[in-house]
């Protein structure tokens, strides 16, 4: 692993395979007298100095694989949103277009932020639309414009799936250590259960 030197004059790259190394490292340098500071990478199943564990590989990569399918499907939904916030006809038209705007706006808002955790935990985020419907598993609505209530109600179908995705997602991670992913899916579900219930009061025949 590469460890970041900062000393007072440049910036120094050290190859350092222990954290043990790198502490003797840390003094090797005080007894020069040089200010510095040593940043190092996690490095797995190696417990820190003040004895917690690193966020294990396949933590990670458990996440990276939900967070993927995650956005994949967000993907979906958000292509789907558009598709009939745009060809929306009918006396509903003005409600329920500005209702699509905002659902789209906050899915797109989403994907991004999915997307860059992804990154944060060393993954690659999927990019194509390829990728996206390969991984996807919610099933697009292709076939002709549907009227506005049959909007609705499919969107409702789809949202619903959505949050129970997350759902489980937030129950496979019980044990992980992986807390900024639990913490990012239990927001997500609390805002997607919020449209899930504007668009149940829409299609309730009540």
Known sequence: ?????????KIGIALVPTIKDSINLRNEFQDKNLTFTIKYRCIFNEKLKNGRECMKQKEKDMSVKL????????????VQTLNYHWNLVG?????????????YKQIFEDMDSIAERIRAIDGIALGSMQAF?????????????????QMVAKLFQQHEYYVE?????????????????????????????????????????K
């Open 133 to 149: 419907l390969k991984q996807a598993t919610i099933v697009e609505d292709t076939g002709k414009v549907p009227n506005p209530t």
């Open 1 to 9: 692993d590469n460890f970041n030197i900062l000393t007072a004059n």
């Open 91 to 103: 006396r509903e038209f003005h409600d329920y277009h500005i209702l699509f705007d905002k659902q």
């Open 67 to 78: 967070l993927n399918e995650l956005l994949a499907n967000s993907a979906v939904l958000l």
């Open 165 to 205: 995705q997350i759902r489980d997602g937030i129950q496979n991670l019980e044990k992980s250590s992986d807390f900024g992913t639990k913490k990012m899916l239990e927001d997500l579900i609390e805002r997607y259960e919020k449209i899930l219930w504007m668009l149940r009061a829409l299609v309730s025949k």
